[in-house]
């Protein structure tokens, strides 16, 4: 494997010349070849979705597929105003220059995906690597295997080796294409991991651009319809039964509706992925894998040993590794729970007195990929936003601005680095080209040496820069 890899490697460090002298037109019958793969294996990647998360086919089609395409269709339409190169004004010490920024190609790049949306988290940053005119090297996760194979065969449908290659296998497969000099790295994942990412690509001084994780809180403020809080809370966190790097990690409650909100949340839990009493798997996912379910449920003892409340749940299915929805509340500090992202099915509840005590609290941890508020009180609302980071924020919903191209998708230092969708993904896999085309009437000769008698330009310098 390492010696395919090397080979391949080198040849799209030699192709890379070639396929940056591509056009908008010759870019788009690329993304369209990659759409009509992407249709023709349609049928499968429900399939291996559903064997992979059990996901069924309404959420793969939202959250996976219909993603996609979204993104896909978002980048044939604009893709011509993309690469046009963007004018820039003319300062006082160039004034007749023409100032151009040109997008390039970055060269080859890897994408390196998870396991949770292991199909969207894959064809997302492909889509803005191909439209930014690179060669590509494709690692889907092992611990979605069934997706991954498809993922190959869409790959080896719409592309030559020499664009758009993939190598299936475990982590060392990882390791090994980690060693290479490539030209960009985009990996979604784990901060761990994503450290070991980034000091893998210092060696070779390769740009990342990382989408990691970590605690994202939610925030209901008293003033607020509490209801559908809890109805969207409950989606957000329940969605692929947990795994997905911006739900709502955990949530704060003022003390005084604390019970009602646990009320609340129970009803829209039942609602939506409960059948007559019994918890509906034809709707809600499973766990990944024994190794992920025994942390979950790790994480959950833990902090039930030490005096944590389940206020809903707490039914473990090891056989089917499903872990029926949970919520915790009074955890006691120190808990794992709340230093870990949780990554699954499990809600911790805070109650709070005032949200300086909450917004105190979220400052103390690293930076969220994600912070969701919900409140009808705008100042507020605006007073949480100053006085927090996050690589994005939701009022009044979760998830959503995921799906609108128009914005940038990504977080903030240990949530991650860079961001992706729609122009601000075409960015990232691309070199902003400063160009200035220097005019006949070219003054720039009044700085050069010799300096004797030249004081008059200094001055005149001083007032105008």
């Known amino acids: 494997m390492e010696q395919k890899i090397e080979v391949v490697f080198k040849t799209q460090q030699a192709y890379k010349y070639t396929l940056r002298k591509n056009n908008a037109a010759q870019r788009i019958v690329k993304l369209k070849a990659l759409k009509d ?10 399939r291996a979705l559903q064997s992979d998360l059990r996901k069924s086919a309404f959420e793969t089609a939202v959250t996976e597929l219909f993603f996609i395409y979204g993104e896909l269709d978002f980048a044939i339409k604009n893709l011509n105003e993309w690469m046009s190169p963007k004018r820039i004004g003319n300062t006082l010490t160039t004034p ?18 998870p396991w949770n949306y ?19 090297i494709v690692k889907p996760s092992e611990l979605s295997p069934a997706t991954s194979k498809v993922i190959g065969k869409i790959i080896a449908e719409a592309f030559d080796e020499q664009e758009v290659a993939c190598f299936e296998g475990n982590a060392s497969i990882s390791t090994l294409l980690l060693k290479l000099p490539f030209d960009h790295i985009f990996f979604t994942g784990s901060t761990e991991v994503g450290k070991i990412v980034m000091e893998a690509a210092a060696k070779n001084l390769t740009s990342v651009t990382l989408e990691l994780g970590g605690k994202s809180p939610t925030i209901i403020d008293k003033e607020v ?51 007559t009493d019994k918890l509906d798997t034809k709707v809600y996912g499973k766990i990944i894998s024994t190794k992920h379910y025994k942390r979950l449920k790790d994480l959950v003892d833990e902090a039930v040993e030490k005096g944590a409340r389940i206020d809903l749940g707490g039914t473990f299915d090891e056989a089917n590794q499903t872990i029926n929805p ?14 870990e992202e949780i990554f699954g099915p499990v809600l911790p509840i805070i109650s709070y ?16 990929l994600a912070l969701y508020i919900f409140s ?51 960015k990232n896999f691309s070199h902003e080209r400063a160009v200035v085309f220097q005019s006949r009437l070219d003054f720039s000769n009044m700085i050069y040496p010799p300096y004797v008698g030249k004081e008059w330009v200094l001055k005149m310098l001083k007032r105008i820069m």
């Not at 795994?243 to 009320?263: K, R, W």
């Not at 949970?326 to 230093?339: D, F, Q, T």
């Not at 007195?353 to 969220?368: G, P, T, Y």
Request: aromatic fraction near 8%; charge should be positive; charged fraction near 20%.
């Open 326 to 339: 949970i919520v915790l509340s009074k955890i006691p500090n120190g808990s794992k729970i709340m230093e």
């Open 37 to 46: 793969a992407i249709e023709k294996y349609e049928d499968k990647l429900y």
């Open 118 to 136: 292991p199909f969207q988290l894959v064809m997302s940053p492909l889509i803005s690597a191909i439209a930014a005119g690179n060669c590509a």
């Open 225 to 275: 319809n509490i209801e559908k809080a809890a109805e969207k809370i409950a989606w957000g966190k329940l969605v692929n039964a947990g795994q997905t790097c911006i739900a709502p990690d955990y949530v704060f409650v003022h003390e005084q509706q604390l019970d009602e909100f646990i009320g609340l949340y129970k009803a829209a839990v039942n609602k939506m992925y409960f059948k």
């Open 96 to 113: 007749f220059a023409k100032n151009r920024i040109y997008y390039e190609p970055k060269g080859v790049c890897l994408i390196i995906a």
């Open 376 to 426: 009808k009180n705008g100042k507020n609302i605006k007073h949480i936003i100053k006085n927090t980071s996050a690589g994005g924020t939701c009022v009044n919903d979760v998830l959503i601005h995921i799906s609108n191209p128009k914005l940038p998708f990504g977080g903030v230092n240990g949530s991650g680095i860079g961001s992706c969708h729609g122009v601000f993904g075409f």
């Open 353 to 368: 007195q005032n949200l300086d005590e909450v917004i105190d609290q979220i400052n103390s941890k690293s930076k969220a």
